[in-house]
């Protein structure tokens, strides 16, 4: 996916001019009916630039984050916090029990998704669907979502899973059969909260715990045997 500029995703590009437009109409209007300024006006000039500020954040690019290479390791593919650890049974592709490790994404998360190691994508599947709060476990399946398969040149492979939230209403994804998968490099991303599922072999080296705090590209969730 292209970038804009480095610092701000091209996604963002019009969810900010559209609040930047809001906010002046807002604004322009309230001085027209109320020129004398008060603490009010003053309220309302805070509260859009926090608004404001939280949207630009929301599409920021982490351009200095390094990401993690190392043999046999699965990168997490999103920023957030481990929600769950569990084994559960993966109906939709591998048809057996899979260790499936949740992401929670949080609004004020990196929204973009990573590849979580080197291969090549084998399998690509759109899901329409609900908008469930994402951190419960039926949203997993419920909730609108892309199912993403990648294979290395072993011929291990993963399931990376984007989940819609209930505030996040597109998940943005342009991925075919046959794409490259290379560890750290942008395959998508999910605006405005949001979970990341991750399929693993039962056998992988869990590294992370419940409650941690995960950084895509940086921290390693599992090492493949």
Request: hydrophobic share 50%; net charge neutral.
């Amino acid at each position: 996916m292209r970038q804009i500029h480095k610092r701000i995703h091209e996604e963002g590009t019009k969810a900010i001019i559209v609040a930047l437009l809001i906010a002046a109409v807002v604004v322009t209007g309230i001085n027209l009916l109320w020129p004398h300024q008060t603490v009010w006006h003053v309220l309302a000039y805070v509260f859009f630039a926090i608004v404001f500020g939280i949207i630009v954040r929301f599409f920021r690019v982490p351009i200095h984050r390094k990401t993690t290479i190392m043999e046999n390791a699965v990168v997490s593919p999103a920023d957030g916090i481990l929600s769950a650890d569990e084994v559960v049974f993966e109906d939709e592709y591998f048809h057996e029990q899979r260790r499936k490790l949740s992401i929670f994404m949080s609004i004020y998360n990196v929204h973009i998704n990573f590849f979580p190691f080197d291969g090549m994508v084998t399998y690509y599947k759109y899901h329409p669907g609900k908008y469930l709060v994402a951190f419960k476990p039926k949203s997993s399946v419920d909730n609108e979502h892309n199912s993403i398969v990648i294979k290395d040149h072993q011929g291990r492979e993963m399931l990376v899973r984007q989940i819609a939230g209930f505030v996040a209403r597109r998940i943005v994804c342009e991925l075919e059969p046959g794409d490259a998968s290379v560890v750290g490099e942008e395959f998508g991303m999910i605006r405005f909260g949001s979970r990341v599922d991750v399929f693993l072999p039962l056998d992988a080296e869990v590294e992370v715990h419940l409650g941690q705090i995960i950084r895509a590209k940086s921290t390693v969730l599992a090492k493949l045997l």
